[in-house]
């Protein structure tokens, strides 16, 4: 199951990588064969960032990327204005400048001449939208960037982004277990931008189980003989037919899982009773 970002055509079910580089410890071997693995279930959709750093290098995450898939036929997005500033410190700079110092330092991690996809990764309240995404359509014109994604964005923002270049996709927090933007959603499935949610399984509740809280949805994948978080992300694909997820993972078998969403037939009645669960649990349900 493929969708299309812009002119790439990709699997629906991505893989993203914050957790290789954010944390105490770092195991780069081990993230290089999780993302091989991903790649080797049908996985063609990489997810990086510049803001996924260590504290000593910022551009770790896209290094471990280029050493994993680097060289085959997948997309490798990433992402500037956004940056680790310290072991727990974040900060935000979309400006003309800083996203073209973080696309060059990008280029040289990644290893290419052209980026696949590139995000602005947060709205900076200093800067208007208009100017970073501005700058974005130039570094495409120059031939550093291929399309243009935005990230965190409500539909406010969506719009003047569109008012200034066309966007190929739009990259924002979308779970079954949390409050959702669905104006953004069916914005971008109107306009035929891909809207790539990222912690799709996020706010999931420690207690009760998910065998307590959703049985009805345990009882259909175990039927099937899927995992309960595989099955969900086959839920959102349904919401629209522009949604992909990004999952991500530590272990092989779990992006071998996750890519393994892509093949499951959720039909309409398997389709309604999750909803329902869901709905039941005060979860805010996405309109189709």
Not at 20 to 48: L, Y
Not at 153 to 174: G, M, S, Y
Not at 234 to 256: C, F, N, Y
Request: charged share 20%; aromatic share 6%; hydrophobic share 40%.
């Amino acid at each position: 199951m493929t969708t299309t970002i812009g002119r790439h055509a990709v699997t629906r079910v991505g893989l993203g990588g914050a957790g290789f580089s954010i944390g105490e410890t770092q195991h780069d071997n081990a993230a290089v064969a999780v993302i091989r693995a991903a790649h080797d279930a049908g996985i063609t959709h990489f997810d990086t960032a510049r803001a996924y750093a260590t504290v000593e290098d910022p551009f770790h995450n896209e290094r471990i990327f280029a050493r994993a898939v680097g060289g085959l036929d997948v997309l490798i997005a990433t992402k500037g204005g956004h940056f680790r500033s310290g072991r727990e410190s974040w900060g935000i700079d979309a400006s003309p400048d800083a996203l073209r110092r973080d696309c060059e330092g990008s280029l040289r991690a990644l290893g290419v001449d052209t980026i696949g996809l590139y995000y602005m990764h947060h709205p900076d309240p200093d800067v208007p939208i208009e100017d970073s995404v501005g700058t974005l359509s130039e570094l495409r014109a120059e031939g550093k960037i291929e399309e243009i994604g935005v990230c965190n964005v409500d539909a406010a923002l969506l719009e003047r982004a569109l008012a200034t270049t066309d966007i190929a996709a739009v990259q924002n927090r979308f779970s079954p277990f949390g409050a959702n933007d669905t104006d953004v959603l069916q914005r971008c499935a109107a306009a035929g931008i891909a809207h790539v949610a990222y912690s799709p399984l996020s706010g999931r509740p420690l207690y009760p189980s998910l065998g307590d809280l959703l049985p009805n949805t345990v009882r259909l994948a175990r039927q099937r003989q899927h995992s309960v978080e595989s099955m969900l992300l086959t839920w959102l694909l349904k919401l629209s037919p522009t949604m992909s997820v990004l999952s991500g993972a530590g272990r092989e078998a779990s992006a071998i899982d996750s890519a393994s969403a892509v093949t499951i037939d959720l039909d309409e009645e398997s389709f309604v009773i999750i909803t329902d669960e869901i709905s039941a649990n005060a979860y805010p349900t996405p309109r189709r």
